[in-house]
């Protein structure tokens, strides 16, 4: 997919008379000479299925003191009460909104957008908890669902490293060698946690590893928005809670998807990564 570098790219940003400035699609990475990465997870669920978690996956971050982004589908917190009591008072786990039930909701009405958000919202909230950004189920977008996100104070965010880990027939080393040598300065990578990646929990020290040998330093997905001033929404949700500092300076440059007329598909996460 064909990406836009932006500088001043107004996401989420307050705006005289209440209005909100969208950017032209969802965050993919920050543009940024740190090397600096944000290690994200999808925990998706359905209305039906509320899938697992990855317990070992889990034990690594904590073990690694590593700052993770979990991005959380409504659902998936209500088959999960205790695990979601456990996260939302992990200081290491910063959480995201992933829909409530994972919809194609680049295809919904406005309306269902909403209740979407509202529902997953109300989840969290039970637990004193809001979502920092929001990733799109399956990676789709449009330009409805980013403006109405925004309505929420939710910045659309996707990814620019694929782990391919719900995925079969994705190897540990496979997996590793496209982590490790695809991860830029600024990069947000995707994996899963919720019993869907097949080799992850293998994989995933290994490419701790290799990151930290190649010297990048793990963030959470606000933080990365720390090497240039932060949108307020993003920074007043974050693990820290702390208030931004210099809101009306400009923000960071940053990678985001091309501006269409209709819903896309951005990398697929659940495809395996091309053979090194």
């Known amino acids: 997919m064909f990406t836009l570098l932006m500088a001043l790219v107004g996401v989420l940003a307050a705006m005289p008379g209440g209005a909100v400035a969208v950017s032209a699609g969802p965050v ?34 904590k073990r690694e003191g590593l ?16 695990i979601m009591r456990e996260l939302a008072t992990d200081s290491r786990v910063e959480l995201g909104d992933h829909s409530y039930d994972h919809p194609h909701m680049a295809s919904l009405p406005r309306a269902r957008i909403l209740a979407q958000f509202d529902q997953t919202e109300a989840a969290f909230a039970r637990y004193g908890r809001r979502a920092i950004a929001f990733r799109p ?20 965010v996707t990814w620019d490293v694929v782990s391919g880990d719900p995925s079969e027939g994705v190897s540990v080393e496979s997996m590793v060698q496209t982590v490790v040598s695809g991860t830029r300065p600024g990069s947000i990578v995707i994996f899963h946690i919720n019993g869907r990646g097949w080799n992850t929990g293998q994989a995933f020290p290994l490419i701790l590893k290799g990151l930290r040998e190649r010297g ?29 500092r210099g809101s009306s300076a400009p923000l960071p440059q940053m990678t985001v998807g091309h501006p269409i007329l209709l819903p896309i598909i951005t990398d697929n996460p659940y495809a395996a990564p091309p053979a090194p």
């Open 216 to 244: 990048f330093q793990f963030v959470f997905l606000s933080e990365l928005f720390a090497y240039g001033p932060r949108p307020p929404n993003l920074l007043a949700n974050s693990a820290s809670g702390k208030q931004p």
């Open 67 to 82: 700052r993770a982004t979990v991005f959380l589908s409504g659902s998936w917190i209500d088959f999960h009460p205790d």
């Open 28 to 61: 993919r990475r920050i543009e940024t000479e740190e090397r600096v990465v944000a290690i994200t997870f999808d925990a998706c669920a359905t209305k039906t299925r509320g899938y697992t978690f990855d317990r070992a996956i889990y034990d690594i971050i």
């Open 137 to 156: 189920p399956y990676g789709e977008w449009s330009p409805q669902l980013i403006r109405t996100a925004a309505e929420r104070q939710l910045l659309t």
